[in-house]
């Protein structure tokens, strides 16, 4: 069975704080994702990463930066966090070739107080 | 650029009434339509997909088509249930580069018994 998993499914953090989000999948898989998820407005795409060692913007990377050292794992930053960035972080991946679905894990709700 | 829009929610049904959640694209060239659903607490799971022009994706009772010349891909089905309480997201991957998933805003499902 597919499986992606994010290393905390609640999280509450402090204005000012650094903040990890790990996401770790065992499908061998090339692609990987960070969304972050809000009521009226959908996913929206934070970063993705190609392979090892790559990663590319997506469409709302201020404030984030991500790290992909493992093929199965990736890592999304978050420097100095804020208030605006209380939301729920969902992670995915997808094989390389192909017409594939991503597959996501259960999602991180992150709190900034 | 890309973009998908889904009807606005949210929608309450009772159970054994038709669905109909609309969703229709602005994309160049043929893109790869998707609808993912997500239960409470857990990530999104794909629910179908469809890859051309009048193709049929189906699964769990639910069916959406491919529609080209009128740039859509509603989901129905036709006899909900209580279990189908979710939250619906209608996605487009682009036919160039990147594989990236492009979501609807979602829609909340709740079905009453």
């Known amino acids: 069975d597919v499986k992606v998993t994010q290393s905390s499914r609640y999280l509450v953090k402090r204005t000012g704080e650094k903040v990890f989000l790990e996401c770790v999948q065992d499908m061998d898989h090339e692609n990987m994702f960070w969304y972050r998820q809000d009521p009226g407005l959908g996913l929206r795409l934070i970063y993705f990463?190609?392979?090892?060692?790559?990663?590319e913007k997506g469409d709302i990377p201020e404030g984030y930066s991500v790290s992909r050292e493992k093929k199965e794992r990736f890592s999304l930053i978050l420097e100095s966090a804020s208030t605006n960035q209380t939301s729920m972080y969902l992670c995915?991946?997808?094989?390389?070739?192909?017409?594939?679905?991503?597959?996501f894990g259960p999602g991180t709700r992150l709190t900034v107080t | 650029g890309n973009s998908v829009t889904q009807m606005e929610g949210p929608v309450t049904l009772s159970e054994e009434a038709f669905l109909t959640i609309n969703c229709t694209y602005t994309?160049?060239?043929?893109?790869?339509l998707f609808w993912y659903v997500q239960y409470p607490g857990e990530g999104l799971q794909l629910l179908l997909k469809a890859t051309k022009a009048d193709d049929k994706g189906s699964n769990k009772g639910f069916e959406a088509t491919y529609r080209k010349e009128t740039t859509s891909f509603h989901l129905e089905k036709g006899s909900v249930q209580v279990s189908d309480s979710a939250v619906y997201f209608c996605a487009l991957e682009g036919v160039q580069g990147a594989q990236k998933l492009v979501f609807g805003q979602g829609t909340r499902l709740t079905i009453n018994p």
């Open positions: 994309a160049t060239g043929y893109p790869s």
């Open positions: 990463s190609y392979d090892v060692k790559m990663k």
């Open positions: 995915a991946s997808r094989a390389l070739a192909g017409v594939h679905e991503q597959y």
